[in-house]
C-alpha cells in the first residue's frame, strides 16, 4: 500500500458528484420545509422611516414576517472574530437585520417565510419600505476625510482600526542612494463560487436542537458564534457543511442570513430554506480586497534593498466580517518584504468603514497583495537602477543557508530555497533567448512583456497562541480522529471542512501509507459538527499542512497501540514489533506476522488484550503546529498587447511552485490552475464596481466579468519539494499560492510590454480601453513605435 | 396561480407534474421530479450549470419555462451514466480532473457533450471557445479541456452515439 503519498490519484469524491449524486444544500428537501427570502437595501445609506408589511401579510402562502425591530433583543448582534490588538479597533454593531438605518446596497431589512419558493419572492414585492437617503461614503480614502459622511455616527472620520508594524525612520528612505514609490489600487473583486450561499434550519421542539446545513468553510465557528447569536448551547447546534460549491474565502464568514434562518425555524418549529440568488449574493455576502496601498522601497544603486516603507488603506465595508480586520493587517502588513532580507520595513494600516458590502478574506487573504506590492516594487526598483529583474530578486533573495529565516517583521519562514524554482521557472521559460526576441519584436512595433512574480505566502494557520496574539478570537490547531472498525475498514473524522479541494483523496492516500490499507478502505467524515467533535475548518491553505498533520499524529497512535496487541499476540515485545506496509512481525522471524485486519478485529473484539490495553482501536489527535508554513516559487508571465485594440493576450504562463511535500501531483496542479486563474481574473478583467453614491454596478455575471475558458493559455507547472519542518508530512499549503503569485506576474508582464511608452503602473482590471489609451497618450512622443 | 400539467421523458422514464406556468425548466427538473444533479448559478442565464438536453440539443434550463418543453425528451446530468458505468464524459473528468468542488460540472459536462455533437475531433483552442456558455471558477479550465479533449478521444473508440444515456 504504500507509495500513495506523491502519487498522482484520480479523487474518490468523482464519481458521486459527477453522477449527479452530490448532496448540496438547495439539494435539501424536509417534510413541512418553508422557504425564506430577504427584502435588502436598494440604498447605500438610508434612514428607515416606516416598513408597511400589510398587504404581504395577506398574500397567499405567507407564514411569517419579521422586521429589524421586530428581532431586536431576540437575535444578538453579528461579531467580527478578528480583533486586532493594538489597532484602537472599533467594532460597530452588526444586527441581523437593519433595524432603523440600512448602511450597504444589500442590507438585510426584511426576513419573509412563506409555503413555495416562487411564493415568498411574490411577497418581497408587496412591503413597502420608506428610506430617507443619507449622504454616503463609498471610498476609503475620501470616507477618512474630515466632515466625510459617518457611516456609523460615533466611530470618527470611519476610522474601524489603525495598525502598525515595524519601524522605518525618515532618514532610512530620505537618504538611500535610491528610492522608487509608487501607489497601487488593489480593486475590490467578488469570490463568485458558483453555488451561492445557502442556509436550511431545522428544529426539534422535543429536544430543543437545532440543526443548520449552511454553505460554511469552517462548521464549528459557526456553531461557536451563532449559539451566542441566538442564545443556544454549542451542545444543542448543529451545524452541517453538506457539499459546498466552491468558497474561496466567501464562505468563511458568519453571516447574519444564517442567524436569521435558525432563528425562524426556532421560531416557527418548521424547517426553512434560504438559497441565495446571485444578485443577492453579488451584494450581500463578503467581497475581497479593496485596498489602496502606498509603497517607499529604499536601496542601493548597486541593487540591495534596504529598507521597505507601506501604507494600507483598507475599505473593510459596512461592518467588520468574521476575518475582515486581519487581512489587511496581519496578513498582509507582517508579509511586505515578500521573499527578499531588507532589513528594514514598516506597515501602517488604515481599516476604513464605508457604505458598501463588507470585505473579508478572498482566496490568498493579505498576501496577493502583499505579494502585488513587493514584486511590482522590485521590477520598478530594477529598472530605476538599470538592473535585470531577474539579477534583482536574486540579490534580495532571502539565503538557503539562512533559514529559517526571520524577515524584517519578525515572521519566521520555515524553510526555503528561493534560487530552486527560479531557475527551473526560467529554464522552462528559456528567459536569455526571449528577451533577445522581446528586443526584435519592439523594434518591429510589437508589444511584448515578460513578468516574474517570485512569492512567498504565509498559510498553514497556524499556532494557536499567535493567533490569540494577534487578536483572532479561537484556536487554529486541528482535530482528527481514526476509527478502525472490527473489519480493518478505517472512518477518519477531521475538523477541516473541504468545499472542492479533494480532502478525502489526499488525507487518504497519508492514511493509506500510513496504515498499510488500501485507499478504498477510508472513508472521512468532515463538516458535522455533531460527528466532528472540534476543528477550525478550511481556509488560509491549512488543511494539509494542520488538519493533515494531525491526521498523521492519530494514525502513529493507530500503530502503537495496534503494536502492543500484536506483540502479545505474537508473545514478544513491543520492542521487537516491526509495522510494515499493513503487517505486524517480529524482526528476524519469517512467518511470526499479524495483518492489520486481524489486529483491528482482536482490538474490537477485545477477548485477548495485553493487560493495561483498553478495548478498541480509535484515535484522536489534536495537532497544534508551532509555526505557519510558507510555500514559495516564481511565476512568470509572457504577454503580448495589442496595439491597435489594447487586447492583451497572455503566450505563456509557467508557474513552479514548492508547496513542500505534494502529496498528489494532480489534485495540486488543479489548485494551482485554479488559484492562477483567480489571480489573472483580477489583474485582467474582475472588479467590482460602486457608482459614487454608493450603488452596485456589477451585481450579476452580465456586468461582472468572469474569467471563461477562452481568456487562458495552457499554464505550464511543476514543482521543486522543498520539506517544511511543521508538520510530519513535510507539506505546505497549496490553495492559495495561484492566485498570490499570479497578479504580480500578469501586472509586471504588461507594464513590461509597455515600457516604450514609458508606463511604470497600470491599474488594475487590464481593459482593453484603460490599455489603448496608454498606448493612445503615451506613444505620441515616443519614436520607437 | 392555476396549475398546469407538464409531461415530459426524462432519462428515459416518463414524467409528470403540476406546475405554476411560470416555473423555469431548472426549477421542474430539481424540485418538481426531484432531479438535483442539475444546479443553479447565476440566475441571468451566463454560467450553464443548469445545461440539460433538451430533444438533442443542449439547453441552459433556466432559459426555458416548464411548460414550453411538454411532450420533450430531456436527458440530465442523472440520464449520463452510473457510478458502475460512467458515460465517457464521465469517466473523462474523473481521469483528467475536470471538476474540484463539482457544482458548475454536470452543466459543464452538458455543454462539452453539445460541443462534441458538432465536432468530434475539436482542438484545445475550439474546446475553450466552445465552452463559451459556462462559468467554472474552481479548475482554471485547463484540467476541463484535457477532459473534453480525452473524452472525444473515448467516445471515439467506443462509437459512444454522443448524448445517449445509458
Known sequence: ?785 | MEEVNVTVTINGKKRSAKVEPRMLLTHFIRDSLSLTGTHIGCDTSQCGSCSVMVDGHVVKSCTLLAVQVDGSEIITVEGLGTVQNLHPMQKAFWEEHGLQCGYCTPGVMMAAIGLLQENLEPSDEEIREGLEGVICRCTGYQFIVSAVKHAAALMAEEKQVVGEGR
Open chain 1, 1 to 785: 500500500m504504500a507509495g500513495k503519498v506523491g502519487a498522482r490519484i484520480k479523487r474518490k469524491e468523482d464519481p458521486r458528484l459527477l453522477t449527479g449524486n452530490g448532496y448540496f444544500s438547495d439539494d435539501i428537501q424536509l417534510p413541512g420545509m418553508l422557504h425564506a427570502a430577504i427584502l435588502r437595501s436598494p440604498h447605500a445609506h438610508a434612514l428607515i422611516k416606516s416598513i408597511n408589511i400589510e398587504k404581504a401579510l395577506e398574500a397567499p402562502g405567507v407564514v411569517a414576517i419579521y422586521t429589524g425591530k421586530d428581532l431586536e433583543g431576540k437575535i444578538g448582534r453579528i461579531p467580527s472574530s478578528w480583533l486586532i490588538p493594538g489597532s484602537n479597533l472599533k467594532e460597530a454593531p452588526q444586527y441581523p437585520l437593519a433595524i432603523d438605518r440600512v448602511r450597504y446596497v444589500g442590507d438585510g431589512v426584511v426576513l419573509v417565510i412563506a409555503e413555495d419558493r416562487y411564493g415568498v419572492r411574490d411577497v418581497l414585492d408587496l412591503i413597502e419600505v420608506d428610506y430617507e437617503f443619507l449622504p454616503v461614503s463609498v471610498r476609503q480614502k475620501e470616507a477618512m476625510q474630515e466632515n466625510a459622511p459617518l457611516v456609523h455616527d460615533d466611530i470618527e472620520n470611519n476610522i474601524a482600526f489603525h495598525w502598525k508594524a515595524g519601524e522605518v525612520p525618515d532618514e532610512e528612505i530620505e537618504e538611500a542612494e535610491v528610492v522608487v514609490r509608487e501607489s497601487f489600487n488593489v480593486q475590490r473583486v467578488a469570490p463568485s463560487p458558483i453555488e451561492t450561499r445557502a442556509a436550511i434550519g431545522q428544529y426539534n421542539p422535543g429536544n430543543g436542537e437545532l440543526t443548520l446545513w449552511c454553505t460554511s468553510q469552517n462548521p464549528h465557528i459557526h456553531r461557536m458564534v451563532l449559539s451566542e447569536v441566538l442564545d443556544i448551547s454549542e451542545a444543542k447546534l448543529r451545524v452541517i457543511a453538506p457539499d459546498i460549491g466552491g468558497g474561496f474565502g466567501g464562505k468563511i464568514g458568519v453571516y447574519p442570513d444564517e442567524a436569521l434562518i435558525g432563528y425562524a425555524a426556532r421560531d416557527l418549529k418548521q424547517p426553512v430554506k434560504w438559497i441565495e440568488e446571485r444578485n443577492e449574493h453579488f451584494s450581500a455576502a463578503n467581497h475581497g480586497r479593496d485596498e489602496i496601498i502606498d509603497v517607499e522601497l529604499a536601496g542601493t544603486r548597486d541593487g540591495k534593498l534596504t529598507a521597505i516603507r507601506v501604507k494600507n488603506t483598507a475599505n473593510m465595508g459596512a461592518y467588520l466580517s468574521t476575518f475582515g480586520p486581519g487581512v489587511p493587517t496581519i496578513d498582509f502588513g507582517l508579509m511586505i518584504t515578500g521573499a527578499y532580507d531588507i532589513p528594514k520595513a514598516a506597515c501602517e494600516t488604515f481599516g476604513v468603514y464605508t457604505n458598501t458590502t463588507s470585505t473579508d478574506a478572498y482566496r490568498g487573504a493579505g498576501k496577493p497583495e502583499s505579494t502585488y506590492q513587493i514584486e511590482r516594487m522590485i521590477d520598478l526598483f530594477a529598472r530605476e537602477i538599470g538592473m535585470d529583474p531577474v539579477e534583482l530578486r536574486r540579490k534580495n533573495f532571502a539565503k538557503k543557508e539562512d533559514f529559517p529565516f526571520t524577515n524584517a517583521q519578525g515572521l519566521v519562514y520555515d524553510s526555503g530555497d528561493y534560487e530552486k524554482p527560479l531557475n527551473k521557472a526560467l529554464e522552462i521559460l528559456d528567459y536569455k533567448k526571449l528577451r533577445e526576441e522581446q528586443e526584435a519584436l519592439r523594434n518591429e512595433g510589437k508589444l511584448v512583456g515578460i513578468g516574474f512574480s517570485t512569492y512567498v505566502e504565509l498559510c498553514g494557520f497556524g499556532p494557536s497562541a499567535v493567533a490569540g496574539a494577534i487578536g483572532f478570537q479561537g484556536g487554529v490547531w486541528e482535530n482528527a480522529t481514526i476509527r478502525v472498525h472490527p473489519s480493518g475498514k478505517v472512518t477518519v473524522f477531521s475538523g477541516t471542512s473541504p468545499h472542492g479541494q479533494g480532502h478525502n483523496t489526499t488525507f487518504s492516500q497519508v492514511v493509506s501509507d500510513k496504515l498499510g490499507i488500501p485507499l478504498e478502505d477510508i472513508e472521512f467524515v468532515f463538516s458535522d459538527t455533531k460527528a466532528v467533535s472540534m476543528g477550525w475548518g478550511t481556509y488560509g491553505s491549512r488543511s494539509v499542512a494542520v488538519g493533515g498533520g494531525a491526521i498523521s499524529i492519530a494514525a502513529d497512535r493507530i500503530i502503537e497501540k495496534a503494536k502492543k496487541i500484536a506483540a502479545h499476540e505474537l508473545e514478544t515485545s513491543v520492542e521487537d514489533i516491526e509495522f510494515e506496509d499493513g503487517v505486524f512481525k517480529i524482526s528476524g522471524v519469517p512467518g511470526m506476522e499479524r495483518k492489520f485486519v486481524d489486529i483491528a478485529k482482536s482490538a474490537n473484539y477485545a477477548w485477548n488484550l495485553p493487560e493495561g490495553v483498553e478495548p478498541a482501536l480509535e484515535a484522536q489527535a489534536f495537532f497544534d503546529p508551532e509555526n505557519f508554513v510558507y510555500p514559495f516559487g516564481t511565476h512568470i508571465v509572457v504577454a503580448e498587447v495589442d496595439k491597435d485594440t489594447g487586447q492583451i493576450e497572455l503566450k505563456r504562463y509557467i508557474a513552479v511552485d514548492d508547496v513542500g511535500r505534494v502529496i498528489n501531483p494532480l489534485t495540486s496542479e488543479g489548485q494551482v490552475h485554479g488559484g492562477i486563474a483567480q489571480g489573472v481574473g483580477q489583474a485582467m478583467w474582475e472588479g467590482i464596481v460602486y457608482s459614487d453614491q454608493g450603488q452596485l454596478l456589477s451585481g450579476s455575471f452580465m456586468d461582472y466579468t468572469m474569467p471563461k475558458a477562452r481568456f487562458f493559455p495552457t499554464i505550464e507547472t511543476a514543482f521543486t519539494e522543498t520539506l517544511s519542518p511543521v508538520n510530519q508530512l513535510g507539506a505546505k499549503g497549496i490553495g492559495e499560492t495561484g492566485t498570490t503569485a499570479s497578479i504580480a506576474a500578469v501586472m509586471n508582464a504588461v507594464v513590461d510590454a509597455l515600457q516604450p511608452y514609458g508606463v511604470t503602473d497600470v491599474e488594475m482590471p487590464l481593459t482593453p480601453e484603460k490599455i489603448w489609451n496608454i498606448i493612445q497618450t503615451g506613444g505620441e512622443n515616443d519614436d520607437t513605435i
